[in-house]
């Protein structure tokens, strides 16, 4: 149809190429995916021919990028931003095909002969297709380079919308407070963002992986910019995720509560990290109007406490909204805090994971009408208990195994939440 009409000739001709190469990929490559996977996609075959184009842009892009950042950083980071579209456009579709109903279906399990039977099969069929059917190139119809000005026109406008919404318009400051409490698993990781835009990264997790994937999606994708990482103390599912992130990005100081651990991730943060400050209950800063404050440890040091219940605990405010960043203490430091005095927060960060170690009182004394739990799916502990949950009462609880990423936006006055899996 479309050779008789002349529709073809609407296309470029290099297009055409790049989407018959592709078909001709997948059709090959079918029977190794069924026996390989036991799972045959229908929309594969589509979405392949549509991002061909892209991917013959984005792969060497991305080459270049790595060469030329080899050899000098800054322009390496030119390169990545330009090669930034096409990738990023590539795994939004695959994403977006994927979660089409019926996008794939599953294969009964089949063996090799079987396998090189249905690929003999396409071959033979494609070959005659290609020596019967394969058409004459059409006459291109009057308008054919009319409809191809306007296709191009209507990319280039594509794409400079895309820019402006993901690039330009987040160029500006936040102007509120945003408080991440990022989905690593079983750890925690709290990613910070100040009124003005500098961000603090309170722990990270136990993967490095997760981590750099979980802060990625929170900065802007030219900014490599964290100007805080707090540890609250060295164990690993609080510190296994900030070699890489040390690695990563550029940060701008490093802070702990001083306490040492002896295992290889932390010995991998000490060399990261070589200039560490040390950080006691009485220290506090202010960012963007944002207040950070340090109840806990003493001044005198986490070393006279388990490596639990000497962990940094802070208090976030910014304007009438305030957070409670408890990482793992338990019991003993939780009685100290609520002898220092009245202790409120809007939000607070369930303390260990939402484990039993939390004393109930103090869940109470604290008085939230949030609270997050750092938590990974099916944890092998348990996690949260059931008495935890039991003593946060009508308090709302979002936890991250459920819920995933959990971000809480302040205007210093109110506070929305919003939860991303």
């Given at each position: ?70 050899i000098w950083a800054p ?89 402006l919404r993901t690039s ?160 793992d203490v338990e019991k ?90």
């Amino acid at each position: 149809i479309a050779q008789r009409t002349g529709a073809l000739a609407l296309i470029p001709p290099g297009l055409i190429e790049v989407f018959a190469l592709s078909l001709a990929a997948t059709a090959a490559t079918t029977p190794i995916v069924w026996t390989t996977f036991g799972r045959i996609s229908l929309v594969g075959p589509f979405v392949n021919a549509l991002m061909a184009p892209v991917i013959a842009i984005a792969f060497p892009a991305a080459l270049l990028t790595a060469i030329v950042g080899a050899i000098w950083a800054p322009l390496g980071w030119l390169g990545g931003l330009a090669t930034y579209y096409p990738l990023t456009f590539i795994i939004w579709s695959a994403e977006t095909a994927a979660a089409v109903p019926f996008a794939s279906f599953s294969t009964p399990a089949t063996g090799d002969q079987a396998t090189a039977v249905v690929a003999v099969s396409l071959a033979i069929v494609g070959w005659l297709g290609y020596i019967r059917l394969a058409p004459e190139p059409p006459r291109p119809p009057p308008a054919a380079n009319v409809v191809r000005q306007a296709g191009l026109l209507a990319s280039g406008g594509a794409l400079a919308l895309v820019v402006l919404r993901t690039s330009l318009l987040p160029m500006g400051s936040p102007g509120e407070l945003t408080v991440s409490f990022l989905d690593v698993g079983q750890g925690d990781a709290i990613l910070i963002t100040a009124p003005g835009g500098r961000r603090t990264l309170v722990d990270g997790g136990p993967s490095g992986i997760e981590l750099a994937r979980q802060v990625s999606s929170q900065l802007p994708h030219w900014s490599r910019r964290i100007d805080r990482v707090i540890l609250t103390h060295p164990q690993e599912d609080h510190a296994g995720g900030l070699p890489e992130i040390l690695r990563r990005y550029d940060i701008g100081e490093v802070l702990t509560n001083g306490a040492t651990n002896q295992t290889s991730t932390l010995r991998l943060f000490a060399a990261e990290a070589p200039t560490r400050r040390t950080l006691a209950r009485g220290d506090s800063w202010k960012d963007g109007g944002v207040r950070f404050e340090v109840l806990w440890p003493p001044p005198d040091g986490a070393d006279g406490f388990s490596l639990n219940d000497g962990g940094l605990v802070l208090l976030v405010t910014y304007g009438e909204t305030s957070f409670l960043l408890t990482a793992d203490v338990e019991k003993a430091a939780q009685a100290a805090l609520l002898a220092g005095g009245p202790l409120k927060a809007d939000v607070l960060k369930t303390p260990h994971h939402g484990s039993k170690t939390s004393d109930p009182a103090f869940l109470r004394a604290v008085g939230s009408s949030l609270a997050v739990i750092l938590v990974g799916e099916s944890n092998r502990f348990g996690h949260p208990a059931r008495e935890t949950l039991a003593a946060l009462g009508g308090t709302r609880v979002l936890r991250t195994d459920l819920d995933g990423r959990v971000t809480i936006h302040s205007d210093g006055r109110r506070l929305s939440v919003s939860t991303e899996r």
